[in-house]
Structure formats: structure tokens, C-alpha cells
């Protein structure tokens, strides 16, 4: 059931984020030439996101992704759609944005689960 | 009649009310064994959904302190942004998925491991490359808190559904199985009573015919006897057997 093969962390988020990421060594770039972070900054179109973060999703490799709040609200419907257990989706804070759990979809999740409890 | 309601299609037959039975009974025990995994599955998410509450805040804190190494860096050393995002070719920290039986349930964690060397190690970062190093320690350190936090939200997933199902399957026993085996027994019951009742008013009613001949048989035999014995001739004995009863042709 667990992907054996999911093994990498994607990330997208702004160009701070993922270069710190990326210091820390989960870029990949597969002999595809596919790679398994994306950099998203204002002049990004959100169509972009959407096709990546959908990509992300369908591949079998990846088992993580972190996508930084704010860009996470700009493709807030695709992520509440994401119900699979894999890729887990992890949404953090940026610089400029500090972690706010009002906004995360997982939590939001929970506050539905328990607020019929 | 009793039996309202839907019930399974059976011969009412006393096997068939053993069977049935025995059904019920089945049932009523996957029913409080359902109920107690999903008891317990529940008590476990509720642990998790605490966890991953902290280890939310946590993160929040830890990306925190990346964040200010890594604009530390950017001040001594200049942006490496575009450096880093050119040499990224294997990733190095990689995640193992293992999977933890819970009550019944697989449910995955993630572990994290370093494949490989460091890359970096080599990239021409030369001045503040302590800098350097410390934020990829930082970030490598926040990377393990996240791969943690994401171990927790696959496994709430995961469990979540697990609950959903087993609660479906627990109202269904209770609402719809149990409620028709025991509208197909109370059926079962009736129908054997009816069909007893029947034959005893079979049996009685045979009976009642059966005294109702012999009565007037008996009066027409003293009938008989009582002008024999006027005309003073002997009276035959066997003239009672001449009226042949048919045994079977009633």
C-alpha cells in the first residue's frame, strides 16, 4: 500500500524557501530532466502552480510535498481537493509569511471531523 | 402478521429458524467486535490529531530559525540562490516509508536518511562557507521535523478513512442486518404457529365429522334392533356390519 519507491521531497514555495531546501539536499532532477522543486515568485502564473502541484501528485516518486503557505493559497481548492495519504502535502511558513494555522488545509480537516464530533 | 418490514426469502422451516438463529447471533457478535476497533481506532486518532497540532508548531518554529540562517547567509555570502538551484542533481535526503500495524490497520511512517554524499560539499562557496554549512544544518534539521510531521498527516489520512468505514459497516450491521434477520425469525415463528394451528383445526374437525357418523350410525342401528326385537324374529348381529365404512373415500 506504502510506496516503497517514494522516496523524495518535492518542494515549491517562494525562491528563499526552496534554496534553504535545497541547502539541506532534497533537490532532485530525474534523468527526465524532471525536477522535484519549483520556485514561485510574483510574475509565476498560477496555472503553472496548479500543473505542477498536479504533476507532484501523480508521480510515484515523491512522497512529500512542502508548498509554503502562501503560495498553498493561491491553489487553496486544489489542495482541499487532495485527499490521498500519498504525497503527503505539509504546508510551511515562509519569511514573509509566519505559519498560520487557521489557513492549513489539514487542520481545517480536523476542525470539520471534530466540530460534528 | 408479524414480519413488517423487509426480511430474507425462506421456507419456514424449523432448520431455516435454527439457521437464522445462528445468523443473529453471528451478527450481534462482528457488531460489538466492529464497535470496539472503531472504538479504538478513534481513541488513536484523536492522539495523533494532538500530535500533529505540536508538531505544527513546532515546525513553525524551526522553519523560523532556518529562515534567519539562511538570510544570514545571504548577507555574508550573497545571494547562492541561483548556485544551489543549478547543482541540485540527487537528492540526498530521501525518505523510507515503513509501515506500523495499529489495531488491524498499516498505517506508514516516514523515516529520513542521507543518501549518498554531500554535494555541496565541493560547491565553490568559499567565503562564509561555515555560514553556509551551518544553515544546510539548520534546514536539515528542519527537514526532519517536517518528514516527522508528515509521517503524522499520512497516518491521519489513512486512519481517518479506516474510521469512516468501519463506522459504515458497524450502523449497517445495527440498522439493517440485525433488524432483517430478526423480522425473517419473528416470520419464521409465526408462520410455524399458523401452520400448527391449522393441523390441530384439521385434526378436530376430522374428529368431529368422524362422531357426527357414528352418532347416526348408533341411532340407526337401535332403529333397527328396536323393531326386530317387536316382531320377536332373532335379532341379526352381524346386520350392524352391513354398512361398510368407506376408510378412505370419506
Not at chain 2, 538551484?85 to 530521501?94: G, I, T
Not at chain 2, 425473517?184 to 374437525?205: A, C, G, N, V, Y
Not at chain 2, 332373532?234 to 361398510?244: A, F
Request: glycine fraction near 6%.
Amino acid at each position: 500500500m506504502a510506496g516503497k519507491d517514494r522516496s523524495l521531497i518535492a518542494v515549491i514555495g517562494d525562491e528563499d524557501s526552496v534554496t534553504g531546501l535545497l541547502l539541506a539536499g532534497v533537490g532532485h532532477i530525474d534523468n527526465k530532466q524532471r525536477s522535484n522543486f519549483l520556485v514561485v515568485d510574483a510574475k509565476t502564473p498560477v496555472e503553472k502552480i496548479e500543473q505542477t502541484f498536479a504533476d507532484f501528485t501523480k508521480r510515484k516518486d515523491i512522497a512529500i510535498i512542502l508548498i509554503t503557505q502562501a503560495v498553498a493559497d493561491d491553489i487553496r481548492p486544489m489542495i482541499d481537493d487532495h485527499s490521498e495519504a500519498f504525497p503527503t502535502v505539509l504546508e510551511i511558513p515562509s519569511k514573509d509569511h509566519p505559519y498560520d494555522p487557521a489557513k492549513d488545509s489539514v487542520l481545517k480537516r480536523i476542525q470539520r471531523l471534530f466540530g460534528e464530533a | 402478521m408479524s414480519g413488517a418490514g423487509p426480511r430474507l426469502a425462506v421456507f419456514p422451516t424449523r432448520m431455516a429458524l435454527t439457521a437464522m438463529k445462528n445468523r443473529l447471533n453471528g451478527a450481534q457478535t462482528g457488531h460489538s467486535l466492529l464497535k470496539r476497533k472503531s472504538e479504538a481506532l478513534t481513541r488513536r486518532f484523536r492522539e495523533i490529531v494532538k500530535k500533529i497540532d505540536e508538531a505544527k508548531r513546532k515546525m513553525g518554529k524551526v522553519m523560523q530559525v532556518a529562515s534567519f540562517s539562511y538570510a544570514e547567509v545571504k548577507y555574508s555570502t550573497g545571494d547562492i540562490g541561483y548556485q544551489v538551484r543549478e547543482s541540485a542533481k540527487s537528492a540526498q535526503l530521501k525518505v523510507r516509508a515503513k509501515t506500523e500495524n495499529v489495531s488491524g490497520v498499516q498505517l506508514p511512517a516516514f523515516d529520513m536518511y542521507i543518501d549518498g554524499q554531500n554535494a555541496f560539499e565541493l560547491t565553490g562557496l568559499g567565503r562564509g562557507g561555515q555560514q553556509v554549512q551551518k544553515c544546510k544544518d539548520t534546514y536539515a534539521k528542519a527537514c526532519e521535523v517536517l518528514v516527522e510531521l508528515a509521517s503524522l498527516q499520512t497516518a491521519f489520512v489513512i486512519l481517518d478513512e479506516v474510521i469512516k468505514v468501519t463506522n459504515r459497516r458497524v450502523n449497517a450491521i445495527e440498522h439493517v442486518i440485525i433488524p432483517r434477520i430478526e423480522n425473517t425469525i419473528r416470520w419464521i415463528t409465526s408462520e410455524l404457529d399458523e401452520q400448527d394451528r391449522e393441523e390441530f383445526f384439521r385434526l378436530k374437525k376430522v374428529q368431529n365429522k368422524k362422531k357426527v357418523v357414528r352418532d347416526e350410525n348408533d341411532r340407526a342401528r337401535e332403529a333397527v334392533e328396536g323393531g326386530a326385537t317387536a316382531d320377536n324374529a332373532p335379532s341379526n348381529i352381524l346386520s350392524q356390519y352391513d354398512i361398510d365404512e368407506d376408510v378412505i373415500f370419506r
